[in-house]
């Protein structure tokens, strides 16, 4: 690895996790112009119109991020909801990739899963 697996200090770490957590209030807070991005909000299209998964140029690691959108399609919750959480859920995907790094542990007993961090 080019990093070592021990810090000096906790505070790179904790600066880190803060930064993930301030984007998690931003993606819950600005859901509506996330949402109306291109991209997602053709996703979102798709979603409301088949009720199905979307799996464009064999992306299918997005079906990490549309799974949880797509069941809560299904179980009827409101459009503001579905569009709350299809902001928050990138982040909460990167934010999982993120938790385990600083301990080796993605890199060391699973490096295959990495690179499907940078995938979605």
Same mark, same amino acid.
């Given at each position: 690895?080019?990093? @070592?697996?021990?810090?000096?200090?906790?505070?790179?770490?904790?600066?880190?996790?803060?930064?993930?957590?301030?984007?998690?209030?931003?993606?819950?807070?600005?859901?509506?112009?996330?949402?109306?991005? +291109?991209?997602?909000?053709?996703?979102?299209?798709?979603?409301?119109?088949?009720?199905?998964?979307?799996?464009?140029?064999?992306?299918?690691?997005?079906?990490?991020?549309?799974?949880?959108?797509?069941?809560?399609?299904?179980?009827?919750?409101?459009?503001?909801?579905?569009?709350?959480?299809? @902001?928050?859920?990138?982040?909460?995907? +990167?934010?999982?990739?993120?938790?385990?790094?600083?301990?080796?542990?993605?890199?060391?007993?699973?490096?295959?899963?990495?690179?499907? @961090?940078?995938?979605?």
């Amino acid at each position: 690895m080019l990093l @070592s697996k021990q810090y000096a200090t906790r505070w790179p770490l904790r600066l880190a996790l803060a930064t993930m957590l301030v984007l998690l209030l931003f993606a819950w807070h600005f859901y509506l112009e996330r949402a109306a991005y +291109y991209d997602l909000a053709y996703h979102l299209f798709i979603y409301l119109k088949d009720k199905a998964l979307f799996v464009q140029n064999r992306r299918f690691v997005a079906i990490v991020t549309q799974l949880p959108t797509l069941l809560a399609l299904k179980a009827g919750l409101p459009l503001d909801a579905v569009l709350r959480l299809y @902001s928050v859920v990138f982040i909460l995907y +990167y934010l999982g990739f993120f938790w385990p790094a600083p301990t080796g542990f993605a890199t060391s007993r699973w490096p295959w899963l990495w690179p499907c @961090s940078t995938c979605c």
